[in-house]
């Protein structure tokens, strides 16, 4: 059973930064595609990051482009989110999601890479880690 972890959320001033992390208790594949995403009250969950776990490709959400870094610690089991020169609209909870699906490494890549449009692709969530950037 994949349990999905996070932490390192918190308040703080816009222009800061967080590190958040994700403990992951197990994949499904050999190479799986990890996300982050986030629901800011009143909206609806949007993604924000994902990264394939086999071979070096993260994509990203265009507010994320330029501030914000995918990376993968697969001695440690762990996915992060680093975020740069946070703003207020940054304020959400963010969650990270591990993909349950069938098909070959190309086919699963490809859904990685469209990972924003593709919510229902990721079976696993772990409960939130709230981030609050006042101004």
């Known amino acids: 059973q994949v349990q999905l972890v996070e932490s390192g959320g918190g308040s703080v001033q816009a222009g800061g930064s967080l590190r958040l992390s994700c403990a992951v208790s197990?994949?499904?594949?050999?190479?799986?595609?990890m996300s982050w995403f986030r629901q800011a009250p009143g909206k609806e969950r949007e993604g924000v990051a994902a990264i394939y776990t086999a071979g070096d490709y993260s994509y990203y959400a265009d507010f994320a482009k330029g501030r914000f870094t995918i990376s993968l610690d697969n001695a440690k089991n762990t996915v992060y989110l680093q975020m740069n020169n946070l703003k207020p609209e940054d304020t959400a909870m963010y969650y990270c999601?591990?993909?349950?699906?069938?098909?070959?490494?190309?086919?699963?890549?490809?859904?990685?890479?469209?990972?924003?449009?593709?919510?229902?692709?990721?079976?696993?969530w772990g409960q939130g880690t709230q981030v609050t950037v006042s101004s």
């Open positions: 197990a994949y499904t594949y050999t190479s799986n595609c």
């Open positions: 999601a591990q993909d349950r699906s069938s098909g070959g490494y190309y086919t699963r890549l490809e859904l990685c890479k469209r990972f924003e449009s593709k919510e229902a692709y990721f079976g696993y």
